[in-house]
């Protein structure tokens, strides 16, 4: 659930790395800790597979920060996501309601 995440978090906004990892911790909706590396691999990936672009940002008080985007792609793939999450629920709520009646 990486994938979708992060490309909500790029959907209206441009970000580094780091704030993605930041802003997933303050977001987190699975309460599931992920490795670090995991984000940056799947940014790479998604990257490679065209869902998000990325640029190097000059920075006068540090050193340069990859800055990375959604592209037209990404957006269509977290439609994608969309509706697979919408799916996976309908079928979870079902699975409870079926426990319930136990």
């Not at 995991?38 to 008080?61: D, F, H, I, P, Q």
């Amino acid at each position: 659930m990486l994938e979708p995440r992060l490309l909500l978090l790029l959907k209206n906004k441009k970000a580094y790395g780091y704030e993605l990892i930041g802003e997933l911790k303050r977001n987190d909706i699975t309460n599931l800790h992920f490795d670090i590396g995991a984000v940056y691999r799947a940014l790479r990936e998604m990257e490679k597979n065209g869902a998000v672009r990325s640029t190097w940002a000059e920075s006068a008080a540090g050193p340069s920060k990859r800055i990375y985007q959604i592209t037209k792609k990404g957006r269509g793939n977290l439609k994608k996501w969309g509706e697979i999450i919408r799916q996976r629920k309908k079928s979870l709520e079902k699975f409870l309601r079926l426990y319930k009646k136990g």
